[in-house]
């Protein structure tokens, strides 16, 4: 695909299991690397979570992987988080949609550089309420337990590979 064929704009299309609608909103490219494609969500973005209207108040870096399922957000001023992993499965990304079915369990690299698994009660209520397959609950399980070792020894992505994206996001804002 030459550049003039690859969108600039794209869609987030993220979803709850087995498919309700999470978060919908807009984002930038930035441009792809070995680690994936890099997305740019600008401050005060319009964003809607399930049917409810919302603003996503703080821009960010989105990292969609190629192969990993998650998606990582790395946060630009942020007093309480670096980078926010939500788990769920591989994203896919066709005709201008990023889509992912988030799964409900998060790892996140705090400012003071704590690493933190969240939602777990959340992931083990849904599990049940929504019949999680148990590949997607232990590839879930995998996928957490990767996202921790990473962030805790600072490997690739979250070793700094964010960082020429970042300057680039911040560069595109004061344009």
Do not use: C
Request: aromatic share 10%; proline share 7%; glycine share 6%.
């Amino acid at each position: 695909m030459t550049s003039h064929d690859v969108p600039t704009r794209y869609r987030v299309d993220e979803r709850k299991y087995p498919d309700r609608f999470h978060w919908q909103f807009a984002v930038n490219l930035l441009g792809e690397d070995e680690h994936g494609m890099w997305f740019h969500v600008p401050p005060r973005t319009p964003a809607m979570r399930g049917s409810e209207p919302r603003m996503i108040e703080r821009g960010f870096v989105a990292l969609a992987p190629v192969n990993d399922p998650w998606i990582a957000e790395f946060y630009m001023d942020s007093p309480t988080e670096q980078i926010y992993v939500n788990i769920g499965t591989v994203p896919t990304i066709a005709k201008g949609v990023i889509r992912q079915i988030d799964l409900d369990l998060d790892v996140i690299l705090t400012a003071d550089g704590e690493v933190v698994v969240a939602d777990e009660e959340e992931f083990a209520q849904r599990q049940v309420e929504f019949g999680y397959p148990r590949d997607l609950i232990e590839a879930a399980i995998q996928a957490a337990e990767d996202a921790v070792h990473r962030l805790t020894n600072r490997l690739a992505p979250f070793d700094g590979a964010a960082d020429p994206w970042l300057e680039a996001a911040g560069s595109a804002a004061e344009v």
